[in-house]
Antibody
């Protein structure tokens, strides 16, 4: 079955960096665009970033553009989110999600918590 | 930046029809997607491409879209449908996603 497992969440100070990973299994990872979505405590969902199936195209929300970098290693079936210059407002649960061709995010991971605090 | 707007809350009695709206300027040209999120859980897709229902989603969930508004309808809402519902779409470029603020559905 399709499984997405995020890792790498931690408590960090403002200005520091963190890299999240999302390990995929149960499907042909290299065929699917992937996304990162986050949810601040008690708040709604926020789309963060997307990457094409081959990694050649990347898109970011305005709130993270220039600070976050999405990437993937199809040989390792893993999606990444490099987060630099972290801010207090980046505190959230970060989910990775698979995009089924124009059919939405059909599978999500369980999320990993990032806490930015001084 | 582009936004889509939902009501913050909707409340119905069990068996009634719940309707949750989502408005956005790009919706005439971009699909709306609906996600259900129960407390402490990851979101689940309930409607895609405005009106299509994934396998495993009950038939009481339906979607429609007209002009700048998309609507999620839950016909005969049940207590287990209590959740937060999020509308999702993209901007006119199709490259940047956006979620609505979420609608808390209460069924009691």
């Amino acid at each position: 079955q399709v499984l997405l497992v995020e890792s790498g969440g931690a408590g960090v100070q403002p200005g520091r960096s963190l890299r999240l990973s999302c390990a995929a299994s149960g499907f042909t990872f290299s065929s699917y665009p992937m996304h990162w979505v986050r949810q601040a405590p008690g708040k709604g969902l926020e789309w963060v970033a997307a990457i094409s199936y081959d990694g050649n195209n990347k898109y970011y929300a305005a709130s993270v553009k220039g600070r976050f970098t999405v990437s993937r290693d199809n040989s390792k079936k893993t999606l990444y989110l490099q987060m630099d210059s972290l801010r207090l407002e980046d505190t959230a649960v970060y989910y990775c999600a698979r995009e089924e061709a124009a059919a939405g995010f059909d599978h999500w991971g369980q999320g990993t918590l990032v806490t930015v605090s001084s | 930046s582009y936004e889509v707007t939902q009501p913050s809350s909707v409340s119905v009695s069990p068996g009634q029809t719940a309707r949750i709206t989502c408005s956005g300027d790009a919706l005439p040209k971009k699909y709306a997607y609906w996600y259900q999120q129960k407390s402490g859980q990851a979101p689940v897709l309930v409607i895609y491409e405005d009106a299509k229902r994934p396998s495993g989603i009950p038939e009481r969930f339906s979607g429609s879209s007209s002009g700048t508004m998309a609507t999620l309808t839950i016909s005969g809402a049940q207590v287990e449908d209590e959740a937060d519902y999020y509308c999702y779409s993209t901007d006119s470029s199709g490259h940047h996603g956006v979620f609505g603020g979420g609608t808390k559905l209460t069924v009691l």
